[in-house]
């Protein structure tokens, strides 16, 4: 079954507190993405991330690192958190090779409040 | 500014009729374009996807025009029923070694009323 998983589904953090998205996808897709989306702007790409310890910045990288220690996980970390990180995050991967390479599978997003 | 841009927030057409939703950008190296669509308290998923060497691409009730010399892409939806009410995601990209980059518009509600 393929599938892009995202956990949690919904978080509230208090500004200032470290907050840990995880992604995992059972595709062996080599490409793996991280998105928010705020109301009136669409998906903003944050990081993107070519294979293991192969990542690069994306369009909003500010506030956020992130992690790709194995091919099928890939993590999203708020160091001190923000109110204006208060989004719906989601994490997608792509084949990165043959027809349908660009085509991107998203996971079901998490919503984080921060207060 | 924003590369990738949906102008209009929202549509509303009567279930039956041609639905048409409209995408703008500014990178004239973009070489893949896309239409994403999206229920509520769900994930986007992929809907219909063109390559820049084609101007048009249909499936089913869906068709993709491309219009490169004026960085235009549109999707039209024919005999639009009340299921097609979603949020539509434009996403333009290129193909750097087999990884796009894709950047997204705002994103337009289609309502299809019955």
């Known amino acids: 079954d393929m599938k892009v998983t995202q956990m949690p589904r919904y978080l509230i953090k208090r500004m200032g507190e470290n907050v840990l998205l995880e992604c995992g996808q059972d595709m062996s897709h080599e490409t793996m993405y991280w998105y928010r989306q705020d109301p009136g702007l669409g998906l903003q790409l944050i990081y993107i991330?070519?294979?293991?310890?192969?990542?690069s910045e994306g369009d909003i990288p500010k506030g956020y690192r992130v992690s790709r220690k194995k091919r099928e996980h890939f993590s999203l970390i708020l160091d001190s958190a923000k109110t204006n990180q208060t989004s719906v995050y989601f994490c997608?991967?792509?084949?990165?090779?043959?027809?349908?390479?660009?085509?991107?599978?998203f996971g079901s997003g998490t919503r984080l409040t921060v207060l | 500014g924003q590369q990738v841009k949906q102008s209009s927030p929202s549509l509303t057409v009567q279930e039956g009729g041609i639905s048409i939703l409209n995408c703008d950008y500014e990178?004239?190296?973009?070489?893949?374009f896309a239409w994403y669509k999206k229920y509520p308290d769900n994930s986007p998923t992929l809907l219909i996807s063109?390559?820049?060497?084609?101007d048009k691409r249909e499936d089913g009730r869906l068709t993709v025009f491309l219009n490169k010399s004026g960085k235009h892409f549109s999707l039209h939806i024919t005999a639009s029923q009340p299921e097609d009410t979603a949020v539509y995601l434009c996403a333009a990209g290129s193909n750097q070694g087999g990884s796009a980059k894709l950047i997204f518009g705002e994103g337009t509600k289609l309502t299809v009323s019955s």
């Open positions: 991330s070519y294979d293991v310890d192969s990542n």
């Open positions: 063109v390559r820049s060497n084609v």
């Open positions: 997608a991967s792509s084949p990165g090779t043959g027809a349908s390479a660009e085509t991107l599978y």
């Open positions: 990178n004239d190296m973009f070489d893949y």
